[in-house]
């Protein structure tokens, strides 16, 4: 299990990762268009299929059910913690709605934390 001082340790490397990031998002820029494949070429991003006032969402898992709506499952937690907030007030929500590009309606909290001495004491992400 990760140590609260391990983690924080991993978190001073993110500056590194995100120049590196950067590096590579600007050596794909100078590939030629037949580096990519056709089916690449086609897609184009929607912008933000899922928002709520006052919670920042992350790690969106979609999954269609039979009739075809799509249900998704996310992490979220209220922006009034701020972006560490993940770390102790995260939970599981689900939504859903009839096409993958949304509107979608909140159904509910699926996990949230229950506190010391649960598994799910911390952090739901």
Known sequence: ??????????????????????????AAAELPAEAFSEFSKHLKPIGRILELEGFYVWCIAPIEDAAGRTHVFFSRWPSAKGMGGWINSSEIAHAV???PEGPYRVVGTVLAPRGPGHWDGTTCH
């Open 1 to 26: 299990m990760i140590t609260r001082r391990k983690f924080v340790g991993l978190l001073a490397a993110l500056p590194v990762a995100s120049r590196l990031g950067r590096a590579a998002e600007g």
């Open 97 to 99: 709605a009839d096409a």
